[in-house]
């Protein structure tokens, strides 16, 4: 099921919220899908794109109400949204691609699992195929964000998240 890539400008940082929820709502309406096969969202971009705002939004839309920390030098936090478990990852800080091994993150990923990774071609060649890819980068005062499936899971979220940026700019 190819779907091409959805592009979306980003004028200010509550547009980016609004991709963060789209997301989300996404995650939500495939909740069923995902319990049985896991979920892996490529973060691309830049320092200061917007990966970690993206992240908030949409962990905020899901009903968490802590603080959202940018998992910089934690390398990964972990939350629990329902019969969810997430996993923000930002490898900026992997010394070696290998680490992610090591450190038994591998182990995070599967069934029911969302993974949301900042930075993720620092682990390259050991983290997992991405099912969906958000590329984010700084234009003028915004962002724009372009966004790609790899997997049947990535283009039903993908359809799922135009349909509801349609919606909301409606
Ligand atoms: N659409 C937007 N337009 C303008 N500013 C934005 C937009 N979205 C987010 N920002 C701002 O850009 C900054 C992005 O910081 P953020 O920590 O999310 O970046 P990051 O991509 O996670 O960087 P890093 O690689 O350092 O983790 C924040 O100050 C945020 O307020
Ligand atoms: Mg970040």
Known sequence: MPIEPAEFA???????????????RAIE???????????VVGLAGELGAGKTSLVR????ALGVTGP???????LVEPYIVSSLN????????????????FAGFREMFGPAAVCLIEWP????????QADLRIA?????????AGVTAATELGAACLQRIETEMARRAA
């Open 10 to 24: 980003l004028a200010d940082e509550s547009a980016t919220a609004r991709l963060g929820t789209a997301l989300a």
């Open 29 to 39: 309406a495939e909740a069923k899908a995902i319990g049985a096969h896991g979920l």
């Open 57 to 60: 939004a949409a962990l905020r």
């Open 68 to 74: 959202v920390r940018s998992p910089t030098f934690t």
């Open 86 to 101: 997430f996993y923000h990852f930002d490898f900026y800080r992997l010394t070696d691609p290998e680490e992610f091994s």
């Open 121 to 128: 071609e620092k682990a390259a060649g050991h983290v997992p």
């Open 136 to 144: 984010l980068r700084v234009a003028g005062e915004g962002r724009h």
